[in-house]
């Protein structure tokens, strides 16, 4: 667990994590409580594409996958899925925290009648399905092609589809920030839970998928190359 740790939030990645959490806070003014689901959700989301990017393709670094590789299967999926819980959990304390940066910073007011403690609860509860469903994308086509490169930008460019108007083609349950009761008198913004579910469930197939990628043969990025290592089960 340590060296699982160690590999995951290793000092530069909480360095621009928190960077990146406080720049959010800083460059999205809101007036309401019910305003923030919307200034941190699709944010942290793309945060989380690039911080889990790597949670296997680290073992390329210095050359560790053909070492790496020879583990056995089951070992390799473990470690995998470690990494990815203790990414997902290190973003959602980051969420818990820098929501109440924004009431701190721009003092906003509550008009609705929903308490802030229900408004919290839901913007934690859809930036955590955000955020494991676009971490867990990322890494998959990561590891499917063996390019963080690649991985980090389809996972943005899916970011960008469903963060922008062209998302309202999609049904309903489909648009992952979808947001309801925009248009209410009371001012109440909610996540679509059907579609945070949809992408759970979403990102659970790909966490499936990730046992099968894990057995291909990794590819050579030096001029040695990688010996053939078969899978142990």
């Given amino acids: 667990m340590r060296y699982e740790l160690k590999i995951t939030l290793p000092i530069y990645k909480i360095?621009?994590?928190?960077?990146?959490?406080?720049?959010?806070?800083?460059?999205?003014p809101i007036n309401s409580f019910s305003g923030i689901i919307t200034a941190v959700e699709p944010n942290v989301a793309l945060l989380a594409s690039v911080f889990m990017a790597d949670n296997y393709y680290k073992e390329y670094v210095g050359e560790r996958v053909a070492v790496f590789y020879r583990y056995p299967i089951r070992k390799k999926y473990i470690s995998m899925?470690?990494?990815?819980?203790?990414?997902?959990?290190?973003?959602?304390?980051?969420?818990?925290?820098?929501?109440?940066?924004?009431?701190?910073?721009?003092?906003?007011?509550?008009?609705?009648?929903?308490?802030?403690?229900?408004?919290?609860?839901?913007?934690?509860?859809?930036?955590?399905?955000?955020?494991?469903?676009?971490?867990?994308?990322?890494?998959?086509?990561?590891?499917?092609?063996?390019?963080?490169?690649?991985?980090i930008g389809v996972t943005f460019f899916l970011w960008l589809f469903l963060t922008s108007t062209m998302a309202n083609v999609l049904p309903q349950p489909v648009q992952l920030f979808r947001i309801i009761g925009s248009t209410?008198?009371?001012?109440?913004?909610?996540?679509?839970?059907?579609?945070?579910?949809?992408?759970?469930?979403?990102?659970?197939?790909?966490?499936?998928?990730?046992?099968?990628?894990?057995?291909?043969?990794?590819?050579?990025?030096?001029?040695?190359?990688?010996?053939?290592?078969?899978?142990?089960?």
């Fill in 15 to 28: 360095l621009y994590s928190l960077a990146f959490m406080v720049i959010i806070v800083l460059v999205s």
């Fill in 81 to 151: 899925l470690v990494r990815t819980l203790l990414s997902w959990l290190y973003l959602l304390i980051l969420v818990a925290v820098f929501y109440w940066g924004f009431v701190w910073w721009y003092q906003p007011s509550n008009f609705s009648q929903i308490p802030i403690w229900k408004m919290y609860a839901d913007t934690l509860a859809a930036c955590a399905a955000s955020m494991f469903f676009a971490g867990v994308f990322s890494f998959t086509v990561t590891n499917a092609i063996q390019k963080i490169g690649i991985g």
């Fill in 184 to 233: 209410s008198q009371l001012g109440v913004l909610e996540p679509d839970y059907r579609s945070r579910v949809f992408y759970i469930l979403m990102g659970a197939v790909l966490l499936v998928l990730n046992w099968l990628i894990l057995q291909i043969q990794p590819g050579s990025n030096t001029k040695k190359g990688w010996m053939r290592y078969g899978n142990k089960h």
